[in-house]
């Protein structure tokens, strides 16, 4: 018993069997899914075969063991000899040595004598001999019965075990205590988790960076892209083509996007998912890929998302298939987002679907939404209801909106609420506008804004406006917007212009104008209107064209008055045609001003027909400005009509002289 605890002798040896590499599992595999034997099996195994010169060593080191072990016979070359034949897979002769050194009180040879029972199917005599050498200091036995007692439900025992394996500096003993914690939700977990992965455990540096990442503060985001104008599905992307899954591409790289310090558990998570990764950890590579994403470091997320497609990992194919869509690359994108879909990842089926339909080819694009589906992707329905729906088949269409709806597809809910409402159907399109508002659909909650509105319930409108507006929907700012302005007090102005605000960022040119407008209100804000006038005007907005058209003519500013007001003109405003004919007027160039309020009077614009009237009776032409008269009474307003009536009595007063 005088070798039991001399650590150094029995590594320096070789006489204890060590864990294979760095003591990690394929990451692929739940670690505490295999027997207490896997990780402290045949150490000699590992990736790839043995070269010649390898096999010679070890051939010659059994030979001298051997030898060593005939001719002294002492416990420390019998366990030796077991340990090489154990690595060899020669059981039997393994066995008669490792039982000859452990009947003379050798640790390591206990120790492995378990393990080899243990690969033979008699877990209860192995754990008989690894308590024997725990007992006596044997980390890797401790954990070995650790492991032993938590499959058999005994977590008691398995934590104190295991516990005297992690404090003895075991990395697998670390890993397993932390798996078993973190299995409680112990707070402990990370502790162990980080004495594994310091130790060179690729496993337990993966998790410790997962529960690193989870700690990590994000950057608020958007709830998601509103509607651009009116009833209708999502408007941000055709198709979907991002999967629902937990861990799926979709949430990795929108977490990336939300935004991490690169400092605190951030900045330690980026170290740990590195050093994982380095190891070939394909769950680490992919998760590197998305930080890095994240922070626009595009070219090395590429390079980890390749090395873990590379080795397996569907996931890191199919957001490297986005990396190169985004590139403009889609031909190399389709590859890897194939290679994905045949390994049953159902968001890349779905991109290939997008790539497909986005082509018009809309049979492929259809096998591969079908692909997603089977693969567990509820988005292949709401994608199948969308190609559908393009083309005019809306039965069909109506059904993958359902089969997505019932599943919970928020989109699907609301797209399938679209599409009852424009078949006539409101009261079968409200509860499913109802179910994808309340599971967050910032679309839907818009859309029954706009239904409420149809029904004159204004509040119940507002509420929803309101709510959409809140989660970044510029539509519905607007109209919150207009509400407020319109039933709203004083002090409700403020209000009223944040929500404006909110309106412009999407572009929305009806909110720049409003927005304009509600500044030119105020003498301390009218010089910024005019900035708010151009955007609008830029986007084609005619109210703001004369608006704008009306600031600059005041500044003296004629030409870019004109270009304005021709701009508006063409575009069918009336006011802008008037607006026109004055600055025109003015020029002298009454000929070519008449026709543009000839084109504001037919357009209804009463004041247009009283100038008409006015240039008619200078020509002489009494009965053409007797018409003229007419419609101006006609259109109005109030003050124009007087004076048109006046005019009309004096011109038939000159046709009866």
Same mark, same amino acid.
């Given at each position: 018993?005088?070798?039991?605890?001399?650590?150094?002798?029995?590594?320096?040896?070789?006489?204890?069997?060590e864990?294979?590499?760095?003591?990690?599992h394929?990451?692929?595999?739940?670690?505490?899914?295999?027997?207490?034997?896997?990780p402290?099996?045949?150490?000699g195994?590992?990736?790839?075969s043995?070269?010649s010169?390898?096999?010679?060593?070890?051939?010659?080191?059994?030979e001298?063991?051997?030898?060593?072990?005939? &001719?002294?016979?002492?416990?420390?070359?019998?366990?030796r000899?077991? *340990?090489?034949?154990?690595?060899?897979?020669?059981l039997?002769?393994?066995?008669?040595?490792?039982?000859?050194?452990?009947?003379?009180?050798?640790?390591?040879?206990?120790?492995?004598?378990?393990?080899?029972?243990?690969?033979?199917?008699?877990?209860?005599?192995?754990?008989?001999w690894?308590?024997?050498?725990?007992?006596?200091?044997?980390?890797?036995?401790?954990?070995?019965?650790?492991?032993?007692?938590?499959?058999?439900?005994?977590?008691?025992?398995?934590?104190y075990?295991?516990?005297?394996?992690?404090e003895?500096?075991?990395?697998?003993?670390?890993?397993?205590? *932390?798996?078993?914690?973190?299995?409680?939700?112990d707070?402990g977990?990370e502790?162990?988790?980080? @004495?594994?992965?310091?130790?060179?455990?690729?496993e337990?540096?993966?998790?410790?960076?997962?529960?690193?990442?989870g700690r990590?503060?994000?950057?608020? +985001?958007?709830a998601?892209?509103?509607?651009?104008a009116?009833?209708?599905p999502?408007?941000?992307?055709?198709? #979907?083509?991002?999967?629902?899954?937990?861990?799926?591409?979709?949430?990795?790289?929108?977490?990336?996007?939300?935004?991490?310090?690169?400092?605190g558990?951030?900045?330690?998570?980026?170290?740990?998912?590195r050093q994982?990764?380095?190891?070939?950890?394909?769950?680490?590579?992919?998760?590197?890929?998305?930080?890095?994403?994240?922070?626009?470091?595009?070219?090395? *997320?590429?390079?980890?998302?390749?090395?873990?497609?590379?080795?397996?990992?569907?996931r890191?194919a199919?957001?490297?298939?986005?990396?190169?869509r985004?590139?403009?690359d889609s031909?190399?994108?389709?590859?890897?987002?194939?290679?994905?879909?045949?390994?049953?990842?159902?968001?890349?089926?779905?991109?290939?679907?997008?790539?497909?339909?986005?082509r018009?080819e809309? +049979?492929?694009?259809?096998?591969?939404?079908?692909?997603?589906?089977?693969?567990?992707?509820?988005?292949g329905?709401?994608?199948?209801?969308?190609l559908c729906?393009?083309? @005019?088949?809306?039965?069909?269409?109506?059904?993958?909106?359902?089969?997505?709806?019932?599943?919970?597809?928020?989109?699907?809910?609301?797209?399938?609420?679209?599409?009852?409402?424009?078949?006539?159907?409101?009261?079968?399109?409200?509860?499913?506008?109802?179910?994808a508002a309340?599971?967050?659909?910032?679309?839907a909650a818009?859309?029954?804004?706009?239904?409420?509105?149809?029904?004159?319930?204004?509040?119940?409108?507002?509420?929803?406006?309101?709510?959409?507006?809140?989660?970044?929907?510029?539509?519905?700012?607007?109209?919150?917007?207009?509400?407020?302005?319109?039933d709203?007090?004083?002090?409700?102005?403020y209000e009223?212009?944040?929500?404006?605000?909110?309106a412009?960022?999407?572009?929305?040119?009806e909110?720049?104008?409003?927005l304009g407008?509600?500044?030119?209100?105020?003498?301390?804000?009218?010089?910024?209107? &005019?900035?708010?006038?151009?955007?609008a005007a830029?986007?084609?907005?005619?109210?703001? +064209?004369?608006?704008?058209?009306?600031?600059?003519?005041?500044?003296g500013?004629?030409?870019a008055?004109?270009?304005?007001?021709?701009?508006a003109?063409?575009?069918?405003?009336?006011?802008?045609?008037?607006?026109?004919?004055?600055?025109?007027?003015?020029?002298?160039?009454? +000929?070519?001003?008449?026709?543009?309020?000839a084109?504001?009077?037919?357009?209804?614009?009463?004041?247009?027909?009283?100038?008409?009237?006015l240039?008619?009776a200078?020509?002489g032409?009494?009965?053409?400005?007797?018409?003229w008269?007419?419609?101006? #009474?006609?259109?109005?307003?109030?003050? #124009?009509?007087e004076?048109?009536?006046?005019?009309?009595?004096?011109?038939?007063?000159?046709?009866?002289?």
């Amino acid at each position: 018993m005088g070798l039991m605890g001399d650590k150094a002798r029995l590594l320096e040896t070789r006489r204890l069997v060590e864990a294979p590499g760095d003591g990690s599992h394929r990451d692929d595999q739940d670690p505490s899914s295999s027997g207490p034997g896997g990780p402290l099996g045949t150490a000699g195994t590992r990736e790839g075969s043995e070269s010649s010169c390898a096999t010679e060593a070890a051939d010659l080191e059994l030979e001298t063991a051997r030898r060593r072990a005939a &001719e002294s016979g002492d416990p420390a070359s019998l366990s030796r000899l077991g *340990a090489l034949l154990l690595r060899r897979g020669d059981l039997d002769g393994a066995e008669r040595h490792l039982r000859a050194a452990t009947a003379e009180g050798d640790r390591s040879a206990a120790n492995n004598l378990g393990v080899l029972l243990h690969q033979r199917g008699y877990a209860d005599e192995a754990a008989t001999w690894w308590r024997v050498a725990a007992v006596a200091g044997s980390a890797a036995a401790a954990h070995a019965l650790g492991r032993y007692h938590r499959e058999r439900g005994d977590e008691p025992a398995a934590e104190y075990w295991l516990r005297q394996s992690a404090e003895s500096g075991h990395a697998l003993g670390a890993y397993a205590l *932390a798996d078993l914690l973190e299995h409680r939700s112990d707070v402990g977990a990370e502790r162990w988790f980080r @004495s594994a992965a310091e130790r060179g455990h690729r496993e337990a540096a993966y998790r410790l960076a997962r529960i690193l990442d989870g700690r990590a503060p994000r950057a608020a +985001q958007d709830a998601a892209n509103g509607l651009a104008a009116g009833l209708g599905p999502p408007t941000g992307g055709r198709h #979907v083509n991002v999967a629902g899954g937990d861990t799926s591409v979709r949430e990795l790289r929108a977490a990336a996007a939300g935004g991490r310090r690169q400092d605190g558990p951030a900045g330690e998570a980026e170290q740990w998912y590195r050093q994982a990764a380095a190891r070939g950890h394909r769950r680490a590579a992919l998760h590197l890929g998305t930080l890095l994403e994240g922070r626009g470091e595009t070219q090395e *997320a590429a390079r980890w998302y390749l090395t873990s497609a590379k080795d397996g990992e569907p996931r890191a194919a199919c957001a490297l298939g986005f990396l190169l869509r985004d590139a403009g690359d889609s031909d190399s994108a389709a590859i890897w987002w194939r290679r994905a879909a045949q390994e049953g990842d159902g968001n890349a089926a779905n991109a290939l679907g997008a790539l497909h339909a986005d082509r018009g080819e809309s +049979q492929q694009a259809e096998r591969w939404y079908r692909a997603a589906l089977d693969a567990g992707d509820i988005n292949g329905a709401y994608n199948l209801g969308l190609l559908c729906s393009e083309q @005019s088949r809306t039965a069909q269409a109506e059904q993958w909106y359902r089969r997505a709806a019932y599943a919970g597809h928020k989109e699907a809910s609301n797209a399938l609420a679209v599409l009852l409402l424009q078949n006539g159907d409101p009261a079968g399109a409200e509860p499913w506008f109802s179910k994808a508002a309340e599971a967050g659909s910032v679309d839907a909650a818009f859309n029954l804004g706009i239904l409420y509105t149809g029904r004159d319930e204004e509040h119940l409108a507002f509420q929803w406006y309101e709510r959409a507006a809140a989660a970044g929907h510029t539509d519905a700012a607007l109209q919150v917007a207009m509400a407020l302005l319109r039933d709203g007090g004083a002090e409700d102005t403020y209000e009223a212009e944040r929500h404006l605000r909110i309106a412009v960022r999407g572009g929305n040119a009806e909110a720049a104008f409003r927005l304009g407008a509600l500044l030119d209100r105020d003498d301390e804000t009218r010089g910024e209107c &005019e900035e708010w006038y151009e955007r609008a005007a830029r986007h084609g907005h005619r109210r703001a +064209q004369v608006r704008l058209g009306m600031l600059v003519a005041q500044r003296g500013d004629a030409a870019a008055a004109a270009h304005w007001y021709r701009e508006a003109a063409q575009a069918g405003s009336r006011n802008g045609a008037f607006n026109l004919g004055l600055l025109l007027a003015r020029e002298g160039r009454e +000929q070519e001003a008449a026709l543009w309020w000839a084109r504001a009077a037919e357009a209804g614009h009463g004041r247009a027909a009283l100038r008409l009237a006015l240039l008619a009776a200078r020509r002489g032409d009494l009965a053409e400005g007797r018409l003229w008269c007419a419609q101006a #009474v006609e259109l109005g307003p109030a003050e #124009v009509a007087e004076r048109a009536a006046r005019l009309r009595d004096a011109l038939q007063q000159e046709l009866s002289a």
